[in-house]
């Protein structure tokens, strides 16, 4: 009578029977930890510094106020740094904006010489300025007609909201495209006041 020898499984068999069991275990203890994790906080908005540096002397102008009698021009500001915003109410990001200058230049409204804010708008009548002012509650930023558009011409303005950050001594240091944030405007002014000092 022979014998027969049983054999056991082949070792190739086990590592294959063993190496997917063992994937699994790995991917349910990754998601065990993942999901004891809290998620991260959402960081507050944080202006980055900054980035264009620009050194020419602002174009001078003179346009009216929106009650059509006043006329204003960057000279008025002379000692003072002026962010100049080129704006109209068609503009979705311009009319996010506006509350952020209309603060910014109410915080700052009793310091002769800290800084100031225009905003011209572009091409629309006072009128229309006016009631679109009223309509969305903006009541104490100054705002000048540019109803030509030549200052707009004068400054190179392609894309709208255009802010330009006008140093004491009438030189335009920065250039903002896009929407201006309250606290972008402190960064402006923070760098112009780094650059006065050195």
Not at 53 to 69: Q, S, T, Y
Not at 146 to 166: A, C, M, S
Request: aromatic content about 8%; proline content about 9%.
């Amino acid at each position: 009578m022979s014998s027969r020898r049983t054999r056991g499984p082949s070792p190739t068999l086990l590592i294959l029977l063993i190496l997917p069991l063992f994937g699994i275990f790995v991917a349910l203890l990754m998601l065990a930890l993942e999901s004891g994790r809290r998620p991260a906080p959402t960081p507050a908005f944080q202006p980055a510094p900054p980035r264009s540096v620009l050194n020419f002397k602002a174009p001078d102008f003179e346009l009216p106020l929106l009650d059509g009698l006043t006329l204003v021009s960057p000279s008025d500001y002379a000692g003072r740094p002026l962010f100049l915003n080129f704006w109209a109410s068609w503009c979705a990001p311009c009319v996010r904006e506006l509350p952020a200058l209309e603060e910014f230049a109410a915080e700052h409204s009793g310091d002769e010489n800290g800084p100031a804010v225009l905003a011209i708008n572009l091409g629309e009548t006072a009128a229309v300025i006016s009631g679109f002012l009223v309509e969305i509650g903006i009541v104490n930023l100054p705002v000048a007609m540019d109803i030509n558009e030549v200052v707009k011409r004068d400054y190179g303005v392609q894309n709208l909201p255009t802010t330009f950050v006008i140093d004491a001594d009438g030189m335009v240091r920065h250039l903002k495209l896009g929407e201006m944030k309250y606290e972008e405007m402190d960064v402006y002014l923070a760098a112009l006041d780094d650059a006065a000092g050195q």
